[in-house]
């Protein structure tokens, strides 16, 4: 199933991802169909409520999308494609695994090698946070911050939790997940080695608009096993990330497990970390990858869909 909140001349409404007669994919505004259907409790949530109340919540649009289809009203729908998709939940922070895919991690090692860094260590996750204030919806258009030259892409795959955790075991994390969503960290290298020098991450990653997200959540019940996923990212058309989750250092599983330690909640999200081929490691030369404005990105997991964003 495919959730997310699309913009609609009546506010910001929940909607689900649904085929009717036709093969094309319309977004299903959940509480003016819920409305219509009677189901007053369903009408009432918000994402955050769905999210919350998980299976309760999910069999509940089931039966929705099974009603809609034999009380098709053209009022309660729009094109999938060309619906405005908001950020797919309630914005807070995300923890972000760093250096999590294998190729990745040794381009940076050898990076900071050449930067004399020593002590970096694998034994358990390491991450940094993204605010919540950056997240930023399909199709947004960023600014490329006037003192930012080195303007980076990482495409990743983020885990959204159903449930809190605390302290679970990694053979039951991923019972706590409600869903996956395309995310892109867009981050500002020149800050950020700066700050890593420090041994600090914070403004490198969180300039306005850094966290694009979206534009819709699948929920854990289509995605088994999210090592599985591929992701992949496209400047203007052209392949520069493109790796499985097969890769990650740490599954999601060791992740969730690790950082439940520190006690997580429902909507908690939790990011893969990125694959090879970010610009900051391109040779010979990164300013030739490094996003300029005009530039288009297109973010994708392949079990969820294409996050798009221009660059201004």
Known sequence: MKLGIIKRAHGLRNAVIVKWDSATPMALDISQAAASMGDQWL??????GIIESGDKALDHIRRLIKWSVNHQNSQWVETASTAAWDIPLPARSIICAGRNFGRHKQESLDYWK??????????FPSAFIKLAHTLVPHQARVARPADVHAFDYEVEAVAILGKNCFRVSEENALEHVFGYT???????????LKEMRNQMIMMGKNFPGFGPIGPWIVTADEISDPSKMHVSLRVNGRTLQDESCGDMVFSFPQLISFWSKSGLGAGDMIASGTPE????????NADD???KPGDVMEAEVDAIGILTTHIV
């Open 43 to 48: 009408a009432g949530l918000n994402m955050q």
């Open 114 to 123: 050449t930067q004399g860094a020593t002590g970096i260590h694998f034994e």
């Open 182 to 192: 395309v995310f892109n960290d867009l981050s500002a290298r020149e800050w950020q």
């Open 277 to 284: 081929g970010v610009a900051l490691h391109r040779k010979p």
């Open 289 to 291: 990858f490094y996003l």
